[in-house]
């Protein structure tokens, strides 16, 4: 049974499988251009992202590229976040603001036909809730009151409000933003989708929330024609808007650069009122880690210092637009490039996409293909960017997702059954159900994780049948993880399973 690079790009955009089989050929659709035989390069020269159908990609909408863009149209859409923040913020301090508004006005579902964000099984994600809605009201009045009207930095920002709130994070800021430009967004793809792919993978959607209406403070809806991917709609994303693992004004950087930003506050009465205020919160023989919580808290005292902060990221703008396009382009190579590899090899293993047995058999027989595509087929290659490692759990979880083509397991990210949440959960019906979980071998909480979580998951999840599975990087963690194992009598036990992600002890197969 063989896949080609050419096989991947035939698709069927009315069929949601992602992978058929004729004449012992397996075609796998996973892509935007696979689904809608368009050319990747088509796509990259039109600017979008050519996204994932089978699962979100962690990537989001940074409102800080739009503010710092040379083109007049994202700053116009820049302008519109902040116009309508302005908005609500003269709402919130009206005191007006009922629970059917806060409904109508602060709550947005996700966006999720960008197939972008945090999603770890297909592209739902939880939306802008009543907690976020709370958390925004609540902050237009005591935080972004001055919206519009700023002395220190060069304009507003939403990114403020995760500065203020840890629950905010950066999938919030990019959802929020999402819906507010979510009108720009559907034309782009509109207008792609009507110059680029067949009419009869298009459909006519009628799209709630598109723009607002000042006058009448309502949300209004328009008649789009769009790509249609298994009964819903599909948006496509400009690349310039994307980041991956930070947006540019964020919490931890906040945080981790608190020196630098209170070093470089010219009022002197501030600075003076900050110190002492530091030295009577921080305890001589203070850990980084109350350090950190005094350098946070300080942020509320003085919220001044928050403008400053953001005028520190105003003025490095060109930075956040070279990490946009470095990070883009780790994800192109990691999720696209290097995964379409990983599945074909996949592919080429015989038998792979029958694998039956219980869901135990079944979850060991994919991840031992994983650990044989990583181990001797270059596999290992996916982890790596410009021959550096890339050591997050997280990319080896979404790798794992493309293992799961083709099972009659329902299978679920993150289950969270009151102990804590565990990677995955194979399960066909109520009696058959088996937990995955991933770790690295560089995890500071590898050895108590071994002695105690999967104990604890299959406690809650009602199951005796549990895989653990350890990624390794070098001989050094290998070594680490052998030790762990001896310790803990758990040398030869076969739920446990190591993967050598190594590069130094691998021939290339391609020269092999």
């Keep these: 049974m063989a896949i080609s690079k050419k096989a991947i790009n035939k698709g069927n955009a009315e069929e949601g499988s992602g992978i058929r089989q004729s004449d012992n050929r397996i075609s796998v659709s996973i892509y935007f251009s696979d689904y809608f035989n368009v050319s990747p390069r088509l796509l990259e020269e039109y600017g979008a992202f050519n996204i994932s159908l089978v699962n979100d990609l962690p990537l989001f909408i940074d409102p800080f590229l739009l503010f710092t863009s040379t083109r007049d149209e994202y700053r116009q859409l820049h302008d519109g976040i902040i116009r309508y923040l302005r908005f609500l913020r003269d709402k919130s301090i009206s005191g007006k603001i009922t629970p059917g508004l806060l409904l109508a006005w602060f709550m947005f579902k996700e966006v999720k036909q960008t197939w972008l964000g945090f999603s770890r099984f297909g592209n739902s994600g939880s939306g802008l809730g009543m907690d976020f809605g709370r958390a925004l009201n609540e902050n237009l009045i005591r935080v972004f009151s001055d919206f519009g009207n700023e002395r220190i930095t060069h304009g507003s920002h939403l990114e403020k409000l995760c500065l203020i709130n840890e629950g905010v994070g950066r999938d919030n800021i990019s959802d929020f933003s999402t819906n507010l430009i979510k009108e720009y967004l559907l034309s782009y793809t509109q207008k792609f989708a009507q110059e680029n792919i067949a009419p009869d993978l298009l459909g006519k959607y009628r799209v ?174 996916l982890f790596y960017i410009n021959g550096e490692p890339v050591k997050r759990e997280s990319d080896v979880q979404l790798i794992f997702k493309f293992t799961w083509f083709a099972s009659p397991s329902d299978i679920n990210a993150e289950v969270n059954n009151g102990r804590g949440p565990v990677d995955f959960k194979a399960s066909r019906g109520a009696y058959d159900k088996s937990l995955i979980e991933f770790k690295l071998a560089l995890n500071t909480q590898l050895r108590r994780n071994l002695q105690n979580q999967v104990e604890i998951y299959k406690m809650a999840n009602d199951t005796e049948k549990a895989l653990k599975v350890i990624v390794y990087f070098s001989e050094l963690e290998l070594l680490k993880v052998q030790a762990i194992l001896e310790e803990l009598e758990l040398k030869d036990e076969r739920s446990i399973i190591l993967i050598d992600a190594r590069a130094d002890n691998k021939p290339s197969a391609s020269k092999a």
């Design 208 to 381: 709630p929330k598109v723009r607002f209406n000042y006058e009448t403070e309502k949300w209004e809806s328009e008649l789009f024609n769009l790509p249609v991917y298994n009964g819903d709609y599909v948006i496509l994303t400009p690349v310039d808007m994307l980041t991956k693992d930070s947006i540019w004004i964020n919490r931890e950087d906040l945080v981790k650069n608190f020196r630098e930003i209170a070093e470089s506050v010219p009022d002197e009465q501030l600075r003076a009122e900050l110190n002492n205020y530091l030295s009577a919160e921080i305890p001589k023989d203070a850990k980084s880690k109350e350090i950190n919580t005094v350098h946070a808290s300080a942020y509320k005292v003085f919220p001044k210092l928050l403008e400053y902060y953001i005028k520190y990221k105003e003025d490095h703008g060109e930075e956040a637009k070279a990490l946009s396009e470095t990070n883009v382009e780790e994800s192109k190579l990691l999720f696209i490039d290097q995964v379409v590899d990983f599945i074909i090899s996949l592919s080429n293993n015989t038998g792979f996409y029958q694998t039956s047995g219980d869901t135990l058999k079944d979850a060991y027989d994919r991840v031992m293909f994983m650990k044989h595509v990583i181990e001797h087929q270059d596999g290992y290659r």
